[in-house]
């Protein structure tokens, strides 16, 4: 599991996952969650708006990320 800090108290699912660098950009965030692939503790998410707090787990190509 890799952790990756936030600035603020909360960071939505898409800019988190471009903040992490496991996507370049916002047009693949959206394609790579409302087609399932991304996980928010646990769970698929298909809403690239949903919001993160620390401690959240995301999942993406089989990487485990939180938010720090």
Do not use: C, P, Y
Not at 18 to 24: D, N, R, S, T
């Amino acid at each position: 599991m890799r952790d990756v800090a936030i600035s603020d108290d909360m960071i939505r699912l898409g800019q988190f996952l471009k903040l992490a660098g496991v996507i370049e950009t916002g047009g693949e965030a959206k394609l790579r969650v409302t087609d399932g692939d991304v996980t928010v503790n646990g769970e698929v998410d298909t809403r690239r708006g949903r919001q993160l707090f620390r401690g959240d787990v995301v999942g993406i190509d089989g990487q485990q990320l939180r938010v720090a």
